[in-house]
């Protein structure tokens, strides 16, 4: 009976290592690049098989891998901020790398239309475009700036200009 269980043990071993030796076969890897069209690699695109809730995350540039991808054919999908989401079919087979070339076109958006509105700031901004296209170094004090000061008169407030 003990001699019996002790010939079991080899045979169960070498079952487990050929059926798990199988379930790996089943499985193919998935790579590719994900470029514009105008060919610049595009890092950080999102590269899903929603089937199969599988992902990756393309690398500086613009490829990818997934891994143990079950045999099949699924459809793979590309989405990058500012760019239409691609979609395309692939078939992954047995023990071989799949290799994908996506192009993902910009997504045009047309705005209404954009108001500009700005403010001068009067007097300050002359200062400072005077000061700023003077030739010698110079200190422009606008009268706004001057009665911003807690001194009593002028002549203390201009003592504080550098």
Do not use: C, H
């Not at 001699?3 to 487990?16: E, G, I, N």
């Not at 990756?56 to 500012?82: H, M, N, Q, R, W």
């Not at 296209?133 to 504080?160: C, E, H, M, W, Y």
């Amino acid at each position: 009976m003990r001699t019996t269980k002790l010939l079991r043990l080899p045979f169960l071993t070498l079952f487990a290592l050929f059926f798990s030796t199988n379930i790996l076969a089943q499985t193919g890897n998935v790579t590719g690049t994900i470029s514009d069209e105008n060919g610049f690699y595009l890092p950080g695109a999102n590269v899903m098989i929603p089937s199969l809730s599988k992902g990756a995350i393309s690398d500086f540039e613009g490829k990818f891998t997934l891994l143990e991808v079950p045999e099949g054919t699924y459809t793979l999908s590309v989405s990058y901020l500012g760019y239409n989401e691609k979609e395309q079919q692939i078939v992954v087979n047995a023990d071989i790398t799949t290799e994908v070339s996506l192009f993902v076109e910009q997504k045009s958006l047309e705005l209404d239309g954009v108001d500009v509105v700005a403010f001068g700031l009067g007097s300050q901004a002359k200062a400072l475009s005077t000061q700023k296209n003077n030739l010698n170094i110079t200190n422009v004090v606008s009268t706004d700036q001057i009665g911003k000061f807690p001194d009593v008169n002028i002549g203390d407030a201009v003592k504080r200009i550098p």
